[in-house]
């Protein structure tokens, strides 16, 4: 089992950034995926999760209505569509695939494969 993000980078606040996922290894029709991020000095925090069968997307109330995470099943690939972006979100964003709870746990992703993590940082 293999995750591997790309599409970090500098931008300045306003801009955007497009993160994939590339999940390879396994057949992942039985895993969700979604992506968490650590800014130095603090904890690992969720940001956002999808389901692989079906159309359930979920986001921390920090980046709703301005990140937006999607799959392409046939590339086995997550993405995480990053606009507005504030200083805030600099951070080093980590892919994860696991199941997915749907009795209201949160965060949903019960992640337990994780990729390498690639850095965003925003300038102000």
């Known amino acids: 089992v293999l995750l591997v993000e790309s599409g970090g980078g500098l931008v300045q606040a306003g801009g955007s950034l497009r993160l994939s996922c590339a999940a390879s290894g396994r057949t992942f029709s039985n895993y969700d995926m979604g992506w968490f991020r650590q800014a130095p000095g603090k904890e690992r925090e969720f940001v956002a999760a999808?389901?692989?069968?079906?159309?359930?997307?979920y986001y921390a109330d920090s980046v709703k209505g301005r990140f937006t995470i999607s799959k392409d099943i046939t590339k086995n690939t997550a993405y995480l569509e990053m606009n507005s972006l504030k200083p805030e979100d600099t951070a080093v964003y980590y892919c994860?695939?696991?199941?997915?709870?749907?009795?209201?746990?949160?965060?949903?992703?019960?992640?337990?494969?994780w990729g390498q993590g690639t850095q965003v940082t925003v300038s102000s």
């Open positions: 994860a695939a696991g199941p997915m709870s749907y009795d209201g746990t949160w965060p949903p992703l019960r992640a337990g494969y």
């Open positions: 999808i389901s692989w069968t079906y159309a359930n997307t």
